[in-house]
């Protein structure tokens, strides 16, 4: 595993320790068991996510990729539209309490692995019917691994499907999630020298953003065909794609 692999995987364990529901959804620091996982279902029905996949995915069954699942707020509801959702996530403390719920919840469809945070190791080409991520890419710290994971989703969809992915709303290179790319840039103008501690140190919680016009270039070179952007609240928005 990478160097930054390691940082988001060391950030993420720590931020599941400190407290776990809290950092999966920040709106509230005192989640109780139930309101966290009916907070789920409940931004499944508010951002049109379940009409999405109701209505314009004939998904009938099939097998569903969740990038970044956590302890399986989300994924618990997947589990009701697939025949199988594999969870991915790069923290071994959210996979080891995704586990767990899976015992408690009984989902039987469902198949937590921990990921390197870049690539999906273990899920075989054009193999999934459709991706799903909410609230992961907004943290990933730097463009190039979220490129990477894009490939990634290219890679495991099946031809003809799709994948929906929740991104940071740009807000200006300045935001303080663009901080790793600013110093990569000045890093390369060799104007500044950057302490290497902080160059290392890149922020595994504030991701990096990807303007509009960008992801349209990145997913076009990546391969994928058609794809639309749905805003739904002010700091975030979806892509949807077909590959
Ligand atoms: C804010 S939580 C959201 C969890 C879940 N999607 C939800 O909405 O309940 C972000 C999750 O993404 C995971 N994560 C962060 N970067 C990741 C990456 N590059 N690949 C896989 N998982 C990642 C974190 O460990 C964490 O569990």
């Not at 907070?39 to 314009?56: A, L, Q, V």
């Not at 190039?144 to 290219?154: G, H, R, S, T, Y």
């Not at 919680?205 to 997913?219: P, S, T, V, Y």
Request: charged residues 30%.
């Amino acid at each position: 595993m990478g160097k930054f692999q390691n940082e988001m995987r060391e950030r993420w364990n720590e931020l599941s320790k400190i407290n776990q529901m809290h950092y999966i959804a920040s709106c509230k620091t005192d989640w109780n068991e139930d309101e966290f996982f009916e907070s789920g279902k409940r931004w499944f029905h508010n951002k049109s996510i379940i009409e999405y996949i109701e209505e314009d995915l004939d998904v009938s069954g099939g097998r569903c990729l969740e990038i970044g699942c956590g302890i399986g707020r989300m994924t618990c509801w997947l589990a009701r539209y697939f025949d199988k959702v594999i969870g991915i996530d790069v923290s071994d403390s959210m996979i080891e309490r995704a586990r767990y719920y899976q015992d408690k919840f009984q989902l039987s469809n469902v198949d937590y692995r921990l990921s390197d945070g870049s690539h999906f190791d273990g899920i075989e080409n054009d193999s999934i019917d459709f991706v799903f991520s909410y609230l992961v890419f907004r943290h990933i710290p730097c463009r190039d691994i979220i490129i990477q994971n894009l490939k990634e989703v290219f890679r495991v969809l099946k031809p003809a499907h799709t994948f929906l992915i929740e991104f940071r709303l740009d807000k200006g290179l300045l935001m303080a999630g663009n901080r790793y790319e600013i110093i990569k840039n000045v890093r390369k103008l060799g104007i500044l020298k950057i302490p290497t501690v902080e160059w290392r140190r890149f922020n595994a919680f504030n991701g990096a953003q990807i303007q509009e016009k960008k992801m349209k270039i990145i997913l076009t070179e990546i391969g994928f065909r058609k794809f639309d952007f749905v805003h739904f609240c002010n700091d975030g928005y979806f892509v949807w794609g077909i590959k």
